[in-house]
């Protein structure tokens, strides 16, 4: 597994750690192990005393990452599995730009209302006027209590964690991940119909003796309904594996800090490591149906060119979540070895 520290990354965290103590006053908290999603948690401080009153916050450092015009900086690299994942959190979260160059920090709260659709993701626009400082601990203020719903992250940083009543939601959203495995198994069905399709319209047009418009207008109608039937799917598998990788991070974080069952973790370790083998498996089958669709004569290709879009997406999404899964494994491994309870092996 690749190695996931990155230096401009660091430097954006320790701008923004140097911002939240020096110029909020409040209290900052990276993330050791868990919440690929999530960089730190702030907790708001009055009078020097902690208030219990929490923000999470993913950290962009570096003007690589967004289109920055005169009056708004544009994060445009938000896929649907990150879009489910930010908004199904139910704690406050910002995203904070960070940009080294001209040592400028600036803030948007995630939230519905900030999303902006574009083809194939979605996009934060975030007004140079709001910027991270002194100067929008008003706003953050206000956003501190807008989500009322319990999340163990936050317990656990309170020291509200009751190990023998707490429910916590986690335990049963976990399946979510086996659920999204389905959609897996959906999608190589569709791939598997749709290569077949190709060879079978290959043997029509060199054995037949017939218009090829009739074959042409066939390929073209089941390759619609396979691009419908893949929206469908990947549709429902950004929104289940966000919930699913959520729950496993809390359910890690859970059985590693607060029950110190290494086992529990070491078999969430293992079932995440099976989920990302299967999505780069999954991954390797769309580039060989790319591959056989990109060898089509050029007079046949805008027939599947829905398809081929369709393809893109899907592969964004399932490196998305790919990617995910790995940075989590690699951070737990990372982590593991310089605490205890025992390393992971």
């Known amino acids: 597994m690749n190695k996931r520290y990155s230096r401009t990354e660091r430097i954006g965290v320790n701008a923004v750690e140097r911002i939240v103590i020096q110029e909020l006053g409040w209290i900052f908290r990276d993330q050791p192990i868990v919440d690929v999603g999530v960089d730190a948690i702030i907790e708001q401080c009055e009078n020097g005393n902690p208030t219990g009153k929490f923000i999470a916050i993913q950290i962009k450092c570096g003007a690589g990452n967004f289109h920055i015009s005169e009056k708004k900086i544009t994060y445009y690299d938000v896929s649907h599995i990150h879009y489910h994942y930010w908004l199904g959190l139910n704690i406050p979260i910002i995203l904070v730009a960070h940009l080294p160059d001209s040592e400028e920090t600036y803030w948007q709260h995630i939230c519905k209302d900030n999303f902006k659709k574009t083809d194939t993701r979605w996009k934060l626009e975030i007004p140079k006027k709001q910027r991270f400082g002194k100067e929008s601990k008003g706003k953050l203020t206000r956003i501190l209590s807008e ?158 060119n829905c398809f081929f879009d369709i393809l893109g997406f899907i592969l964004l999404e399932l490196s998305e979540a790919r990617d995910m899964t790995s940075a989590l494994l690699h951070r737990i491994n990372e982590y593991a070895p310089h605490h205890q309870p025992p390393p992971i092996s």
């Open 147 to 304: 989500k009322g719903k319990r999340n163990f992250i936050f317990d656990l940083y309170s020291g509200n964690i009751d190990v023998e009543n707490d429910g916590f939601d986690f335990f049963e959203k976990v399946n979510c991940i086996a659920e999204s495995s389905i959609c897996f198994e959906n999608i190589r069905k569709i791939f598997n119909d749709a290569g077949e399709r190709i060879n079978k319209f290959h043997r029509e047009i060199s054995t037949s003796s017939h218009d090829y418009k009739i074959y042409i207008n066939g390929l073209s109608r089941d390759f619609n309904i396979y691009s419908k039937r893949l929206e469908f799917e990947i549709d429902i598998f950004s929104k289940l594996y966000p919930e699913g990788f959520f729950a496993y991070e809390q359910f890690i974080l859970f059985n590693y800090l607060v029950n110190n069952d290494t086992d529990l973790v070491r078999n969430a370790v293992y079932e995440l490591n099976e989920t990302s083998n299967a999505t780069d498996e999954l991954i390797k089958v769309i580039s060989s149906l790319e591959h056989a669709i990109s060898g089509f004569h050029e007079e046949f290709k805008p027939i599947v």
